[in-house]
């Protein structure tokens, strides 16, 4: 066996149903980019959506469209465009469309009239992350653009919405009163659209504040943390990817085996103090090669033996979040390199 990114859907609908039960009476759109963090995009979005989700969000139009295509009638998000964006595409398909600038507005509107039908869109402010989004001093320009848009029935406004920088409570509440003044903005200028929206796991699990209209979790739902003092199983949340192979046949020194998992399977190669479960019991990781990895032994283990690389905590496996740590990154670089790596097994 080679490695496999098993993912658990009925362990994903119970974080879902989490999720949605937490931001209530607010809504849940659902994070479903780069490929459902790596999951599978198509297998989970049904899942999301029957667990209460009302609606999902990607990064790019063409995911939008594939969901589309998929036969999902739910609000779709999309919101990361560029100049081979196919806003025409998006439109005839009801794609809600994040904008982020007026060239973006006018892009759009440009593919609205051609249409002669309006197009769904969230207008962005940028609250302090300085990702994308209309800075506060270019909000105003935006918003009447819009409304004159909306006005011409090139648009419909959906939504008004940001997103957060994922630091500091401070920081979530600095950028709730930006955020704040900008729908007042807004509201002054005749633009109260049905959506406000700015928290995603983070803010939306700590503040209730921050959660208005709608939250876009996204890494929570597979069952990772987005904090470093609260773990997912804090949260009553399970994990949703494992990542697992068996102990190789390759000949190791004592005291040692390789295990039929590598880099190229997603198991992080600049990790220190890393291990994983083998027949039930931590080993430490000494070397990580491209398909397999060399992992001292107490005791001498059978060729074929079970080995989970990360998964669920409570066999004894490590997390994907404590790989994050030994990895120096976060747990989504681990569940989405793995899922997109290794041979996926959607149960
Ligand atoms: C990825 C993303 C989310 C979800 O973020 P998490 O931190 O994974 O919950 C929400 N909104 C936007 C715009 C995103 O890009």
């Known amino acids: 066996m080679t490695a496999v990114a098993r993912v658990d859907t009925a362990a994903f609908a119970r974080n879902v149903e989490r999720l949605v039960a937490r931001a209530a009476p607010s809504e849940v759109m659902l994070a479903v980019k780069a490929d459902a963090y ?22 790019e139009i063409s995911a939008a469209l594939a969901l589309r295509s998929a036969g999902i009638p739910n609000r779709l998000f999309a919101w990361l465009h560029g100049a081979d964006s196919d806003f025409a595409s998006a439109i005839e398909a009801d794609i809600d469309l994040g904008v982020s600038s007026g060239r973006e507005l006018q892009a759009i509107t440009a593919a609205a009239a051609q249409l002669g039908r309006p197009a769904r869109v969230h207008l962005k402010i940028d609250t302090g992350l300085r990702r994308n989004g209309a800075l506060p001093e270019d909000w105003p320009a935006l918003v ?6 909306a006005a011409a029935s ?18 979530d509440l600095a950028a709730i009163g930006v955020f704040e003044t900008a729908l007042a903005q807004a509201a002054a200028l005749g633009v109260v659209p049905p959506l406000r929206h700015l928290a995603a796991s983070s803010a939306g699990w700590r503040e209730p504040r921050a959660r208005y209209d709608v939250v876009r979790f996204g890494i929570a739902a597979y069952g990772v943390s987005p904090f470093d003092d609260l773990t997912a ?21 004592d005291g040692q085996c390789w295990i039929a998992a590598g880099y190229a399977d997603g198991v992080p190669l600049a990790a220190h103090g890393a291990s994983v479960l083998i027949d039930g019991r931590r080993c430490a990781v000494d070397r990580v090669e491209v398909d397999r990895t060399l992992v001292a032994i107490a005791d001498p283990v059978d060729e074929g033996s079970p080995v989970i690389v990360f998964g669920d905590p409570t066999t004894g496996a490590p997390t994907a979040a404590e790989w994050a740590g030994w990895a120096s990154t976060i747990g989504d670089e681990i569940i989405t390199g793995a899922g997109a790596r290794a041979r996926r097994e959607v149960v």
């Open 144 to 149: 009447t653009a819009a409304a004159s848009a």
């Open 154 to 171: 090139r648009v419909v406004i959906e939504g008004i919405w940001s997103h957060l920088a994922d630091a500091s409570v401070e920081d």
């Open 38 to 59: 790596g999951h599978g995009m198509l297998d989970l979005a049904p899942v999301a959506l029957a667990a209460g989700a009302s609606s999902l969000a990607v990064l």
């Open 233 to 253: 199983a804090d949260m009553g949340l399970e994990a949703v990817m494992t990542l697992r192979t068996t102990v190789a046949p390759d000949a190791a020194p």
